[in-house]
Each structure stands twice: as C-alpha cells, then as structure tokens.
C-alpha cells in the first residue's frame, strides 16, 4: 500500500506538476494528513518540494531525471520483472548490470546464488551488492555529468571488455514499433553495446513504461537480444515479428 500510494502520487504531480495538498487528497482518496505525511517521506527522498499550502516534483522540467526518481516509478513492476530475470541466473555465473534501475531491482533477489561474481558500472547497484555480500566488481571509470548514478568513459570499457559474462541484464528508455532501443544517456549506450558483445546471453527489462515515448540515442534492436522479460504482452505493440524469447509476469 505504502508504495502504491508513492507510485499514484508521483504520477499525478508527473503529469501536473504541482498540486495542493488538498487536491492530492481528493484524487487518492485520503486524508489530508495522510497526504502531508507521504509528501514528508518523499522529499527527504529528494522527489518533491513542499510549497505554501501544495508540493512541486522536482524532476518535471528535467529532460534526465534522477535515479532515485526513477527507481520509484513502476517499481511494481520493475520488482516483478527483476524476480522473473533472476531465474535466468545460475550458480557460478558472471554477470553484468547495467546502471539502470531495472538492473538495480535484480540486485535486490541475488542473495541465494553460490559463486555468483557481478560486473556493475551502476554505483547504487554496487553499493546494494555489497551490502547483500554479493562479490561485486565495478567497471571503474567516472561519474556521469548527466546521470550522476552511473560510472562511464574508457576505464569502464576497458574493464567490460576484460571479461565474458554468462549473462547481461540492461534496460533502457524506450521501445519503437520497429523493434529499436532507444535511451537518452548516449554515454551508457556506448557500455551497454560493450555488455552486449562480451556476454554470452543478453537479457532486456522492458516495463511497459517503455514503450510510445522517444528518446534520442539509438542501442539496439530487439533481434540483438537473447530474451525480453516485460510486464505485458509486447506482440501487440510492436509491427515487427523477429522478436526473442519473451517472459511475461
């Protein structure tokens, strides 16, 4: 319930911007003081701001919101893919994470894997994985200006490069109806493209978030792709046939 309260909240200053307390009440069907109390938890997340008598989401003029923003939304189902990926995963695997928070998710369900290693240029992953004594390698690198989540630049390549990974599970931004991956840090495209190329199974999280929007930095195709776990059926929406395995949850 606590989630599914951030989740709908999120949603509707996302699409308003900025709402009053009493209005937010109305629309979620609680009390004000309910209302205050979530808003309260949200902003020492750094999600929103509180104003005279409402709240502002900070990250509504923001073209690459935060992680922490991102990892509240759809978490849901975001969770529900991540539990469906992980049984993708054997004993003794490498694997690579992207820094998405799809990825990050997945790192929350390793705990009961023998002899896993995992390669992460994610920096909250990375943290979550040593805190889950989960052997945890980081790509090295630098801090991304623009997603200040994530480590990126040659090092990081270099390091991805270094190995083979049993399998590699990435997200991105969004989907187009001709199958194509797109995301908006250019950057970690250039990482994810290396995941790709040195592991042996690639695995998309696709939520369903992901699909009709556009962004600017094309990835790759679904063809490229070993298997898509996604919180619904995508044959509907995409025009093209020459689609991987898929897993529904």
Avoid: W
């Avoid at 894997?113 to 992953?125: A, E, L, M, P, R």
């Avoid at 998309?204 to 556009?214: E, P, R």
């Amino acid at each position: 319930m606590r989630e599914e309260q951030e989740r709908e909240m999120l949603s509707l200053l996302q699409e308003k911007g900025h709402m009053k307390i009493e209005e937010l009440a109305e629309n979620l069907y609680v009390s004000p003081s309910t209302v205050r109390r979530k808003l309260s938890e949200l902003q020492e997340k750094g999600l929103v701001t509180r104003t005279h008598g409402g709240v502002r989401i900070n990250d509504e003029n923001n073209f690459f919101p935060s992680f922490t923003f991102r990892s509240h939304q759809n978490s849901l189902e975001k969770k529900k893919i991540a539990l469906a990926a992980v049984r993708l995963i054997k004993n003794g695997d490498l694997i690579f994470l992207d820094g998405s928070t799809s990825a990050f998710f997945i790192a929350e369900y390793l705990s009961d894997f023998k002899n896993i290693k995992v390669v992460t240029n994610g920096i909250d992953t990375l943290s979550l994985l040593s805190r889950n004594d989960i052997e945890a390698y980081s790509t090295g690198g630098y801090v991304s200006p623009t997603n200040r989540s994530v480590l990126i630049g040659h090092y990081a390549e270099e390091m991805i490069a270094s190995l083979h990974a049993d399998i590699t599970f990435f997200s991105a931004q969004s989907v187009g109806k001709n199958g194509e991956v797109y995301d908006c840090f250019e950057e970690e495209n250039v990482l994810r493209r290396k995941m790709l190329q040195h592991s042996e199974k690639a695995a998309f999280l696709c939520d369903s978030t992901k699909f009709g929007k556009s962004s600017p930095f094309r990835l790759c195709s679904l063809s490229d792709v070993d298997c898509i776990v996604s919180d619904r059926d995508i044959h509907s929406y995409l025009d093209t046939k020459n689609l991987p395995d898929i897993i529904f949850v």
